[in-house]
């Protein structure tokens, strides 16, 4: 059963460093799983949804690989790359009819990064109004990356490391925290590879 384990490991490593294209960076400063990153601009497919931390990381999943797979004005398959992105948004966003859930957490932005081959010219328009296609610049990032389970519990416990880093560090963050996943839920939780990343100001840091 170990052997098995590990040969299923090794395989789907493999192929995800043979099929997925990553974003993007180079690391600045490193210390064990803490990292300082100055990502390229790339190009996002987003789309926002309201519920609690998991749900919303599910749903928008579904709904931006859905685009990838040919929901799309030209009906054209789109790589996949890593990581899905995650991040708390204060952003309302409309209600439809009817209304079937009384409260919600908040709202939360998913995106999935296009390879690096298109442009916003070149990618096919989403059928689906909730998914949008943007540019995002360039950006130094706070990340600390580890292993284990996507639940909330465990982001918060990361999150909270990450900030205490950055703190320690005298770096001013800005905006939400993300959450990054880098593996296919087919991946075993003892081996993924997830990272919570924080935009920070690299050069000004805090007196």
């Known amino acids: 059963m170990f052997v098995t384990t590990l040969i299923l490991f090794f395989n789907l490593n493999i192929i995800s460093a043979m099929a997925v294209e990553e974003a993007k960076y180079e690391v600045l400063e490193k210390n064990g799983p803490f990292e300082i990153r100055r990502y390229h601009p790339m190009i996002l497919a987003e789309t926002y949804v309201e519920g609690d931390f998991e749900d919303a990381g599910n749903a928008g999943f579904r709904r931006l690989f859905d685009y990838i797979s040919g929901e799309n004005r030209r009906n054209e398959s789109i790589e996949m790359t890593a990581p899905v992105?995650?991040?708390k948004n204060g952003q309302k966003i409309e209600m439809?009819?009817?209304?079937?859930?009384?409260?919600?957490?908040?709202?939360?932005?998913?995106?999935?990064?296009?390879?690096?081959?298109?442009?916003?010219?070149?990618?096919?328009?989403?059928?689906?109004?909730?998914?949008?296609?943007?540019?995002?610049?360039?950006?130094?990032?706070?990340?600390?990356?580890?292993?284990?389970?996507?639940?909330?519990?465990?982001?918060?416990?990361?999150?909270?490391?990450?900030?205490?880093?950055?703190?320690?560090?005298?770096?001013?963050?800005?905006?939400?925290?993300?959450?990054?996943r880098y593996n296919s839920p087919f991946m075993p939780w003892l081996f993924r590879r997830n990272e919570i990343l924080v935009d920070v100001d690299y050069q000004n840091k805090i007196e």
């Open 85 to 87: 992105s995650q991040e």
């Open 96 to 180: 439809t009819a009817p209304v079937n859930m009384q409260s919600k957490e908040g709202v939360y932005r998913i995106t999935f990064m296009m390879p690096s081959g298109y442009t916003l010219d070149t990618l096919p328009t989403p059928n689906d109004e909730k998914v949008r296609i943007r540019k995002e610049n360039g950006k130094v990032v706070a990340a600390y990356r580890y292993s284990g389970t996507w639940s909330q519990k465990k982001y918060e416990k990361m999150k909270n490391k990450l900030l205490s880093i950055i703190e320690t560090k005298k770096l001013k963050p800005f905006g939400e925290p993300v959450f990054a």
